[in-house]
């Protein structure tokens, strides 16, 4: 079964620069993904959300059948390096392991540099969103707001998860404080300050 295509793209800090200069134009990831020509989305790297682009073209082939065109989209120079960076990412890869190539454009480069945790809850620190939170009486659960109070505590998402017992508690965090953001904004206590919210999309 394809794999779903996310709003957000994350790449490697040592590419962030070749995408915002155009001379990256694609990226290759393992697997099918399902993806229709003009989905936005947006790209990060380096902690930050740099812009947003639109899908151009789509194509799944095996990875014996990448090229060194498809390599140089990518910001490669050929098939060579950009196989032993695939299989330095993605561990041993067999030559039929499907592929899927996603070609993008740059719609809109962000001038101010948000940060991707901050980008999620449109543009407010995560303690931010937990101190509103405690300060207004929502329907949060006694383990919710233990958990708001240990970030307040920590100051960071990261922290609180080990404190939980493991970093992967982090997606318990992050949706917790969707949740939270979410009522905040129908409530009209806050208001996005990014204005290229993901909403849009």
Known sequence: MPKKFRKHLFFDGRYAEKILKEEKTSTIRVGKYSIKRGRSFYIHARGHVLGKAVVTNVKIKPLKEL???DAKRDGFKNKKELLKALKKHYGKLDKDTPVTIIEFKIQDKFKDEI???DFAYGGYKATEIAKLALTHDFDLSEKEKEILKTLLSTGSIRKTAKQMGSLNK???IRKILKKVFN??????IITP????YEEDI
């Open 67 to 69: 090229t060194d065109e």
């Open 170 to 172: 982090r997606f318990i």
């Open 183 to 188: 009522t905040l904004v129908k409530e009209n």
């Open 193 to 196: 300050k990014i204005k290229r």
């Open 115 to 117: 940060s991707s945790s």
